[in-house]
């Protein structure tokens, strides 16, 4: 037997360093500890974590893909910042992606699949007045809807694009009655995936957006 095959199987590699730098520096982006167009200070944030200036660079490299940093040459890394025209260009994005997908989980979701998305709608009417746990469920509930699709290229590109809306300064649910506005929106949506009207659902999902557009300009 060769040396080769009398080799004892070899450990799986645990998560890279610079995807754990890459969460912590995501999260901070989203938490405002970094804010939209602040200069990312790498020394000092590597003296913070304890880590070398590698993974850094690593987990910047990660972000800029993600369009949460922006590299400038010659003057280091940015958190990205959003101008109207961005948050329009991704909005557009977002409504063409998710209108065709609430369509076809009208067309044919499982009855399981829809108690799910219910279960998820039910949340958010009980958190009407949490706008932070809102915020959260409302996420669930549209990633739920893009898993039920079943379209996992779509579902990854919408994903990509909510992480660079949290950068945006003027969230659409941050506007006085628009989360109010919102729900009465998922509600409606909610009714035409029940009932199995894909036009509907489709035309309702694209409303919703073009809604929290105008409410984020």
């Not at 893909?65 to 977002?94: C, I, P």
């Not at 898993?147 to 941050?174: C, E, P, T, Y």
Request: one cysteine or more.
């Amino acid at each position: 037997m060769s040396a080769l095959a009398e080799a004892p199987p070899q450990p799986l590699s645990r998560r890279a360093l610079y995807q754990d730098v890459a969460e912590r520096l995501r999260q901070q982006i989203f938490d405002r500890e970094l804010e939209p167009g602040s200069w990312i200070d790498e020394m000092k944030l590597c003296a913070e974590y304890g880590i070398s200036r590698t993974p850094m660079r690593e987990a910047l490299k990660v972000l800029a893909v993600e369009g949460l940093v922006t590299m400038k040459l010659r003057r280091g890394a940015y958190v990205t910042e959003m101008s109207r025209d961005d948050v329009a260009q991704v909005f557009h994005l977002m409504a063409l992606l998710e209108s065709d997908a609430a369509g076809e989980v009208a067309a044919r979701a499982t009855a399981a699949e829809r108690q799910e998305l219910r279960a998820l709608h039910e949340r958010l009417e009980k958190q009407a007045r949490q706008r932070d746990a809102f915020f959260v469920t409302n996420e669930q509930f549209h990633m739920k809807l893009l898993d039920v699709a079943g379209n996992r290229w779509r579902a990854q590109i919408v994903a990509d694009l909510r992480k660079v809306m949290k950068l945006n300064r003027h969230h659409s649910l941050f506007k006085r009655g628009r989360l109010a506005d919102s729900l009465a929106e998922h509600r409606a949506l909610m009714a035409a995936i029940d009932a199995g009207d894909a036009v509907l659902a489709t035309r309702l999902m694209k409303a919703h957006f073009d809604n929290g557009l105008e409410a984020a300009a």
